[in-house]
């Protein structure tokens, strides 16, 4: 008789245990990829809107004329991993004797997400959500080109003047990361 009431214990133990095991497993293939995957969007849905805040702000500095005005820019934490801030320059345009160049602002992730901010406007993974009616200029003396790995990513940007060049309007800016 004991050693049935101990088996029935094993057996009951062993039950629930497996209950427990089979819960935990269709949990895991079922719903968690559901969860991360809505995490990834709303992370990828806040750093889109950083950037098009970030638009935005050279928008409101270019449109109020007041050179020497400085904003900063807080990219939110990122969960996506190895991410990666950078500004890199485009072709060369030349006004009054200075050389100026195009540059473009890229957040990228590994296969996850490309942001870019250039002359276009507003790219996500090539494609352009907020157009730009100018294109953003920097003075390599003042600005470098530059990449940057750490949290939180913060984007120091100064407004510095305007000027047309073949028909199409720059906006010069000095940027730095901070």
Same mark, same amino acid.
């Given at each position: ?5 101990? #088996? ?6 062993? #039950? ?11 949990? +895991?293939?079922?719903? =968690?990829?559901?969860?991360? &995957?809505?995490? &990834?969007?709303? @992370? +990828?849905?806040?750093? =889109? /809107? ?10 409101? #500095? ?6 020497? /005005? ?15 801030? +950078? ?8 006004? *009054? $004797? ?13 296969? @996850?997400?490309?942001?870019? #901010? ?9 494609? *352009? ?9 920097? *003075? ?24 047309? *060049?073949? $028909? ?11």
């Amino acid at each position: 008789m004991k050693q049935d009431f101990a #088996l029935s214990e094993i057996t009951g133990f062993l #039950l629930i245990f497996a209950m427990i095991t089979l819960i935990a497993a269709v949990f +895991s293939a079922a719903v =968690l990829p559901g969860i991360l &995957e809505e995490q &990834e969007r709303i @992370q +990828s849905e806040e750093i =889109l /809107l950083d950037f098009a805040a970030l638009k935005e702000g050279m928008d409101a #500095l270019s449109v109020s004329d007041e050179p020497g /005005l400085t904003r900063r820019q807080i990219l939110s934490p990122q969960i996506f991993g190895d991410a990666c801030l +950078s500004l890199s320059y485009g072709k060369p345009v030349v006004s *009054n $004797g200075i050389t100026y160049r195009e540059f473009t602002i890229s957040y990228e992730t590994k296969g @996850q997400l490309l942001l870019t #901010l250039d002359g276009c406007g507003l790219k996500k993974n090539t494609e *352009n959500i907020l157009p730009s009616s100018y294109s953003y200029v920097v *003075n390599p003396r003042n600005t470098a080109e530059q990449m940057e790995h750490t949290e939180p990513f913060r984007i120091d940007y100064t407004w510095q003047g305007s000027f047309v *060049n073949a $028909g199409r309007r720059y906006q010069i800016f000095s940027v730095r990361f901070t």
